[in-house]
C-alpha cells in the first residue's frame, strides 16, 4: 500500500532511507520522533498514513507560508488537504470547518496557536483524528534555537486525542533537544528514527571576511540566473545590500520584519516564483519555504548558533542537486551578536553563550567541516574528506613557500605591539590610510605598504593559516593577535612556512552529488518556460508543478509517450493527467527537429537502512562516564590522555547543557574555600566562556587548571 501511494500520488520510484519504517512505524499507532535532514522527506512519513488512516490528520505547523505551501503542492497531487490561519476570510474559514466536520479533508494544518483555542479543539475533539503531526518540533525545547512557548503546551492537547497517534518531526535537534522533546511528549524511546544529518549536495565553505561586497559579487556572478539566499545579520544590513545588488542589475528583493506585512509577502511571492532570483533577508526569512532549486546560501554576517546556520543552509538544494553555502565570517560578527546576548536574563545568556561558542568552534575547525557540524547533534562522521567543503578542497591544493608572507605578517603584529586583530594589521601592510592606522601612527612603520602585493581576501586567508599552524594565538576577549614561541624562528630567518595561496573564492572543483545524467540544457530551458506559464496560470509556484530535478531527467531520457512521462522522477498520475500532454508536445517536437529517440529510464536505488548507529563523541562518552561514577583518574586511565583533556570534555560536556555531579570536584582544587568563592563571583560578573579575564582578575594566583576544576563545579550548579 505505501509503495503503491508513492509512485501513483508522489510519482516517486523508491523510498528514501527510513521513510519506509517511519510510515510503518506511525501506521501501527506507535508514537514517533523523526529527525531528519531538511529535503530529507520528512512529510512523507506522516501524508502517506494519512492518506491510509480512517479520520483526519492535524498538523501543526509554526508559519502561515509554510502551511500554505504544503497545501498548495497536497492539492495539486489531488488529495484532500487545507490550512486554517488568519490569512482566510470568514467565509473560506467557515467552509474549511465544514469539510473538516463533514470528513471531507484527510490533513489540516493549523498553527500551534489556532489548535490551543477552545473552540477549535473542543471542536476537532468531537471527530475522528487519526494523526496528530507536530512539525518543526525543536520549537517544543528551550534548548532549541527556535523555542516556542505555545509548543510547550502541545503536550496537553496530545491527551485531547487519545485515539491518535502522535508524529513529532525536526531537522535541527541535538541530542540534548531530542530527549526534551521525546520527554515533552512522553515518547518511548524505541519510537525514535535519526537519519544522518549530512546533506551530501551541499558545498559548506567559510572564508574570512575581508570586503563583503565585493566578496558576494563575485559569489553571485558564478550563479546566474541561480535562485540564492542572502542572510544578513540586521535590517539596515538587509536593504543596504539590496540597494547595491539592484543597482549592480542582479534580480533581487528584500525581506525583513520592518517591512509591511504586503511587502513581505509580495516578495516572498516573487522569490517562490521564480520572479526573481536573490532575496536578501533577515533570520525571519525562509522557515517553511520549500523552495526546491535554491542553489545557494550566503551567511553574509555570522548566524546565532550552529542550529540556525544548519536549518538556513538547509534551504538550498532540497532537490538532491549540488548546492553552494558561503559563510562570511569575521570577529566584530562575534562582538555583535554577544552585545545582544549580554541583554538577555543569565539563563537565556547562558544559553546563547553556549550555543554562539560552539558555532565559532565549527567556523575555525582546520578539518573536514562534516565533522564537527555532525558531531554538534550527535553523529560522528565516518570520513577523514567529504569532498564538498572548502577545507577538504583546500587539502589536495599544492602547498608552496609562504615564508616571506609569513615574516611580513609577524613582523607588522609585532611592531603593532601584539594588540590589533587581523583587519588592522592588513591595512597597515597593505598601505590603508583608514584612521585607525593614522591614529596609531602607524604608517610610519617599516611594515607599512609592503603588503600591497595581495589582496584583503589573500592576506585574511594566510592569517586563518598563521594562527592554525601555531605562529599566532587569538586573544579571546577582544581579538588581538599575539606571536607565539613558534614564530620567532621564522621572524629570525631561521624557519620555513609552508601553507596555501588562496585563489579567486569562485573558483572551485565542481564535484556532483549524485548521479544525475547529463541533460539537454535548451529542451530544459523550454520546459520552465511552459512550467512557468502554467504555475502563473494556477497562481501556485513552478516547482508545485513540477520541480527542477523532474525537467532535467525529462531534459535527460526525452520521454515520448505518457507511459514513458510517468516514469520519470515526481510524475504521479494526477500530475500525468493535468500535464502530461502539454508537455509531451514540447518533449517531441523538440525531438522531431533534433532527432532525438527517447532513452531508457534508469533510477538509481537508494540503498535502505534499518537503523542508523550513532557513535558517540568522546566528549559525550567522558561525560556520561563521570556522571554514572567515574573518576577524572580512572577516565585519564581509561583514555590514556592527561587530566586537563578530560577537564575540557567534561566542560564541553556541561557546556551543552549536560548535567554532570558536583561531589568530588573541589577536592581536586588546590584553591581554598575562600578563593572558591571568589572565582565563582568573577564566574557571575566575567563569564565562565574565556578564562584569561578570571585569571587576570585574581592576579594569577589560581592555576588554569584549577579554574577548569571551578569552573566545572559552577557550571555543575547551573545545570541542575
Known sequence: MQTKILKKVFGYNHFRPLQSEIITNVLNKKDTLVIMPTGGGKSLCYQIPALIFEGLTIVVSPLI????????????????????????????????????????????????EALLKTNLLDMLSSIKVASLTIDEAHCISEWGHDFRPEYRQLAAVKSRFSGAVCVALTATATPRVQEDIKTSLNFASSDAYIDSFDRKNLFIRIVPKSNPLQQTISFLKAYPDQSGIIYCFSRRQVEDLY?????????????????????????????????????????????????PNVRFVIHYDLPKNIESYYQEIGRAGRDGLRSECLLLFSYADIQKIKYFINQKNAHEKRIASIHLQALVTFAQAEICRRIPLLAHFGETYGKDHCGMCDNCLEDEKEMTDITVYALKFLSCVKRTNEMFGATHIIDVLRGSEAKKVYKFGHQNLPTYGIGKNLSKRQWFQLSRQFLQKGLLKQDQEYGGLMLTPKAWPVLKGDGAVSGRLEEDITTLKQRPSEDMPEHDAKLFENLRTKRKELADASGVPPYVIFSDKTLMEISAYFPQSLESLGNIYGIGEEKLKKYGSLFLEIICGYCEKHQIEERPVTHRRIKHKASRLIHKPRYIEVGEAYHSGRSIDQL?????????????????YCREGNQIRPDGLLTLSAAIETQQSAIFKSFDKLGFEFLKPVYTEHNGEISYEDLKILRLYYLSGLNT
Not at 583514555?639 to 577537564?647: N, R
Open 243 to 291: 540597494d547595491i545588488l539592484d543597482r549592480e542589475g542582479f534580480s533581487v528583493k528584500p525581506y525583513h520584519a520592518g517591512l509591511s506585512d504586503q511587502d513581505r509577502k509580495n516578495n516572498q511571492e516573487l522569490f517562490i516564483k521564480d520572479d526573481i532570483r536573490i532575496i536578501t533577508a533577515t533570520i525571519a526569512f525562509g522557515m517553511g519555504i520549500n523552495k
Open 65 to 112: 507560508s509554510l502551511m500554505k505551501d504544503q497545501v498548495e503542492q497536497l492539492i495539486e497531487l489531488g488529495v484532500d488537504a487545507a490550512y486554517l490561519n488568519s490569512s482566510l476570510s470568514r467565509e473560506a474559514y467557515n467552509s474549511i470547518i465544514e469539510q473538516v466536520k463533514n470528513n471531507r479533508l484527510k490533513l489540516l494544518y493549523l498553527a500551534p
Open 636 to 652: 585519564m586511565e581509561d583514555y590514556s590522555v592527561k587530566p586537563e583533556t578530560i577537564l575540557d570534555h567534561l566542560y564541553k
